[in-house]
């Protein structure tokens, strides 16, 4: 059984690109969550998708920044016209249940994705 | 959301115990204090998780007192590979999110 599935692990895009990052939750998952974490800097949540659903995005910048999980497939966090300040290793979680509490508990975090824009 | 607080940095030297105290004044009744481990370049990993008195488990123990508004991760006998970034995390199962805060840099000492 896997783990959670972040690819690429580094991106390098320049100024005004646009950079899309895939995470494949653990198998039977359903719950996935993006954070984002600037160098010296603890994690900062960004998104809570469910299949289909975007659930909580109030991390997520209002501009230029998306995010899906479609039925099929893994979980996208797409970022438009990349500017300097999107530096920054963006991780993915999945959860069995919501919350991460109880005897299913813990959230099952990838390896992340370092994303350089130059 | 309920924040938390630790130290921001320790040393200690192999062999010796470790505790990491986090403070989480208002945290919930519905809530469970969560300990995570960051090696650079890597995901955080669930170390342990607790509601309240004492859980132990193969890596760490975990203490929470009665008031539940702070808790301390016990490392026994750290190694130069417990060196990490640590994690204290108050989570609930009606949440979306969680405070990760800046967490304890441990770093280990031949």
């Known amino acids: 059984n896997a783990g959670v599935m972040q690819n690429p692990r580094h991106l390098v895009r320049r100024r005004g690109q646009e950079a899309r990052l895939r995470c494949s939750p653990m198998?039977?998952?359903?719950?996935v969550y993006w954070y984002r974490q600037l160098p010296e800097e603890g994690l900062k949540f960004m998104v809570y998708?469910?299949?289909?659903?975007?659930?909580?995005e109030s991390g997520m910048p209002k501009e230029r920044f998306s995010a899906e999980f479609p039925k099929e497939g893994p979980s996208i966090l797409r970022i438009q016209q990349v500017v300097r300040g999107d530096s920054a290793a963006y991780f993915c979680?999945?959860?069995?249940?919501?919350?991460?509490?109880?005897?299913?508990?813990?959230?099952?975090f990838g390896s992340g994705t370092r994303l350089t824009v130059v | 959301l309920a924040k938390t607080t630790q130290p921001i940095s320790m040393d200690s030297y192999e062999g010796q115990e470790v505790n990491i105290t986090c403070s989480h004044n208002?945290?919930?009744?519905?809530?469970?204090i969560t300990w995570y481990q960051q090696f650079p370049s890597q995901g955080p990993r669930f170390i342990i998780q607790?509601?309240?008195t004492k859980v132990t488990n193969e890596v760490a123990s975990l203490f929470i007192p009665a008031d539940r508004k702070s808790s301390t991760l016990s490392l026994p006998r750290v190694s130069l590979s417990d060196t990490a970034v640590y994690y204290c995390?108050?989570?609930?199962?009606?949440?979306?999110?969680?405070?990760f805060g800046t967490g304890t840099s441990l770093t280990v000492i031949p």
């Open positions: 208002n945290i919930a009744t519905n809530d469970y």
């Open positions: 998708l469910q299949k289909e659903n975007i659930i909580d």
């Open positions: 607790g509601y309240k």
């Open positions: 995390l108050v989570m609930t199962n009606t949440g979306n999110q969680f405070y």
């Open positions: 198998k039977g998952h359903s719950h």
């Open positions: 979680a999945s959860s069995l249940l919501r919350g991460g509490t109880g005897p299913n508990y813990g959230y099952t």
